[in-house]
């Protein structure tokens, strides 16, 4: 029948299992691998914003002492990861040395002569795309679109339209409507551990690659089609990853460490700086918008219509518009989106990517629209959000009772509030994710059991893991440890990312455990002369319902089995998808701004959010707090500089501020527990939506606080005065 009563292990705040090996340095990371004759790479990259190459002289840094290699584009002409004629961005990398002292491979790049033709160099994205602008990459295709002169835009390489209804009738019946730009830059994961990866070339000519990030089996698959080679030639080892935030979801420098080893025949690890981690990754995109709202006076929203314009960087990414529309039901809508080239890195994802850019923007007109019709601005997003039945997956109230339960936590509309604080609202939606994942449970003879998976761990799922076989096995917490399989050792498995990892991996380490408590069952059925469905699993024994007399321990039974004609209890589950469902974020921020510098002080930031259910509410507050954390950051701090030839002005953490201690209030996290049907236990992913809201509820507090409308993040002490100065009187 199973285990008995209520949950033991799941719900439970159980501590991450190697939280004691993270905080006392005895955590594997990428950089720590250390391997015999190892030799040490470094990158050469491009100090221009856009430039020609004509000449790579790399004669002296080979006749450097020391140094093993040089590496162009014109010595691997087959691979794409050396810039070959054209730098596009800065930071671009535009060759690799590796030398047997990481001071020599510096000292190396450092010697190699490259003779650069400036170009002119885009960085603004709405400049870009202007029918007049020079080519962010020479020659690159784009986009047949068109600014209403008949003009083509350049550099575009995304275009959506979204149209539903009829937009002029729908403004028609408004009887207010707002309409506002916004404009968001570039901005950074800024994990803590910045970039390494080692490669190794084995006799048998296989290539193995130790690195950081959040998909195992995604980074064989890019590395294959970035070094020619196949997959089975590749294998992939995960070390532990010291934060990634979608940031890590691709190739680094993976490639470059196994073009090294494979060309030099030695180990070789390249490890990258702060700075070129912010020239050279993946950052969440920036963002120009355009949007106009409407509603009828008792709230109703009515149509919305807008632009946004995606920044993409040299590699062009993005061009959606569909999250401007976020949670709510609007039945007149046309809004398109875009994406346009500019001369920066490509971006890439940022925890729940788009979202907390194109919050700002639907989130701020919602609020305007509230003050103008003068509804409360918590009423108008219960009013226009969607309910139980709007949607397919929509089985309950979710969003409405986040709200709900976030003001009443807040306090919203009773707390009272000195001259020049405010309050404001904001709300994130995120469709959680599912795909290829599995589990692997054993049960040794003393009953302790070990569980194998390909999913990567980078919030504490394997923690949760753990609890979910546990509890599906009857026996304590401590008993279970869950190891990460590398692409050798275990089938594929998809990124840890898009707030799948614990609803997808927990479903199958359940159904493992389950395929092994049933093996239990049955033998125990044997050795207890009853029925599998008269037995339950409880306190690390299998029990005859109702006599607990009658019953044999789990480390009998696993130790019997090792001889049985079945063998050793086991369970596996190779899971390909699930179907998924919406999440709902809410945050309340309270703000005091002082009106002479414009400095913005956070008071308080109420965090509520919608799980399904908690499978350890230490690690769900966690990801809530972490979440509304970089949402401060987002809003408050921070953002991409760079001067008119492209280059970056703030590469560094004392330039690029990211929230302290001392920026950030007690995150008050408020945990809405209504399962959905298929994910474990009800869980519902929930690692994208705490960042969503916060910026946009800390803009919206602003407004509340000092009736200045603040449009262009980061919401700095400079932007909140210009704000001020120029609020209507």
């Keep these: ?145 068109k600014d209403p002169k008949g003009r083509k835009y350049r550099n575009v390489t995304a275009y959506d339209v979204i149209e539903e209804g ?64 196949p997959e089975g030639r590749i294998r992939v080892i995960m070390t532990e990853t010291g934060g990634s935030f979608g940031g890590k979801n691709g190739l680094v420098v993976e490639a470059q460490a196994a073009v090294l080893a494979m060309r030099t025949g030695k180990p070789v690890k390249v490890t990258i700086s702060r700075e070129e981690d912010f020239q050279d990754t993946r950052p969440g995109p920036g963002c120009w918008v355009r949007l106009k709202t409407g509603a009828r006076k008792d709230g109703t929203l009515i149509a919305v219509e807008g632009r946004i314009v995606w920044d993409g960087g040299y590699t062009g990414s993005g061009g959606s518009a569909n999250r401007l529309l976020g949670p709510y039901k609007i039945p007149n809508v046309r809004l398109e989106g875009m994406a346009v080239r500019t001369n920066k890195p490509g971006p890439g994802a940022y925890r729940a990517p788009g979202a907390p850019q194109t919050a700002v923007a639907r989130e701020s007109n919602l609020d305007m629209l509230a003050h103008a019709l003068g509804i409360d601005p918590l009423d108008i997003r219960i009013k226009n959000g969607v309910r139980k039945g709007d949607r397919p997956t929509m089985q309950h109230d979710w969003l409405k009772d986040t ?7 807040a306090r919203w509309g009773k707390k009272r509030l000195k001259k020049n604080q405010g309050m404001g609202i904001a709300v994130g939606d995120w469709q959680n994710a599912s795909g290829p994942t599995n589990a692997f449970v054993t049960m040794a003879g003393d009953g302790s059991v070990a569980v194998v998976t390909g999913q990567v761990d980078i919030t504490g799922l394997h923690t949760v893991m753990g609890q979910i076989v546990a509890e599906e096995l009857g026996v304590p917490v401590e008993k279970v440890t869950v190891t990460l399989g590398d692409t050798d050792t275990v089938p594929n498995a998809s990124l840890s990312a898009g707030s799948k990892a614990a609803y997808s ?87 005091e701004v002082d009106p002479e510098t414009g400095h913005v002080y956070l008071l308080d930031l109420v965090a509520g959010q919608d799980v399904g259910k908690a499978l350890n509410p230490m690690l769900v507050e966690g990801q809530i707090q972490g979440g509304a954390t970089q949402s401060i950051g987002f809003g408050l701090m921070e953002g991409f500089r760079y001067d008119e030839k492209g280059r970056m002005l703030n590469p560094n953490l004392l330039d690029y501020a990211i929230p302290t201690a001392l920026d950030v209030p007690e995150i008050r996290t408020v945990v809405v527990e209504d399962g959905c049907e298929h994910g474990p236990y009800g869980a519902k992913g929930v690692g994208e939506p705490p960042i969503i809201p916060g910026g946009a509820a800390v803009a919206n507090a602003i407004f509340d606080a000092v009736g200045a409308r603040v449009t262009q993040l980061p919401m700095t002490p400079e932007q909140v005065v210009s704000a001020l100065a120029n609020k209507p009187s």
């Excluded at 470094?42 to 790579?56: D, E, M, Q, V």
């Excluded at 901005?187 to 959040?214: C, I, L």
């Excluded at 596996?572 to 179907?579: G, N």
């Design 1 to 145: 029948m199973g285990t008995k009563g209520e949950l033991k292990a799941v719900g439970k705040r159980t501590a991450r299992f190697n939280g004691p090996d993270i905080v006392t340095g005895r955590a594997t990371y990428a950089d720590d691998i250390q391997l015999t004759g190892m030799l040490y790479g470094r990158i050469l990259r491009s100090p221009h914003g856009h430039a020609r190459i004509r000449k790579i002289d790399k004669r002296k840094a080979l006749a450097l002492p020391g140094v093993v290699d040089v590496v162009t584009a014109q010595d691997v002409p087959d691979m794409a990861i050396f810039a070959k004629d054209e730098v596009c961005h800065q930071g671009q990398k535009v060759a690799a040395v590796a030398a047997v002292d990481p001071n020599i491979a510096e000292d190396a790049v450092a010697l190699i002569r490259v003779d650069y033709e400036i170009l002119p160099a885009l960085t603004e994205p709405l400049a870009a795309m202007d029918p007049g602008a020079p080519e962010a990459v020479l020659g690159a295709p784009i986009k047949n679109v």
């Design 166 to 229: 009829d937009i002029e009738k729908g403004f028609a019946q408004a009887d207010a409507v707002v309409e506002q730009e916004y404009h968001i830059p570039f901005f950074h994961q800024t994990y803590m551990e910045p970039n390494a990866s080692t490669a190794k070339m084995g006799a048998d000519g296989r290539v193995t690659v130790w690195t950081a990030g959040q998909g195992t089996f995604g980074v064989r698959t890019a590395l294959a089609n970035a070094i020619n080679l």
């Design 403 to 409: 709200l709900l339960l976030t003001a009443q936590t």
């Design 505 to 591: 991996a927990g479903t199958a380490a359940r159904e493992a455990a389950r395929e092994a408590r049933d093996r239990l069952l049955m033998l125990a059925a044997e050795k207890l002369e009853a029925s599998p469905s008269d037995l339950v699993l409880t306190n690390q024994q299998v029990q005859v319902i109702g006599s607990p007399g009658h019953s044999i321990a789990l480390g009998e039974l696993a130790e019997a089995a090792v001889s049985s004609e079945e063998g050793a209890i086991s369970g596996r589950w190779i899971l390909s998808k699930i179907p998924t469902y919406p999440s709902f974020s809410v945050n309340i921020a309270t703000v």
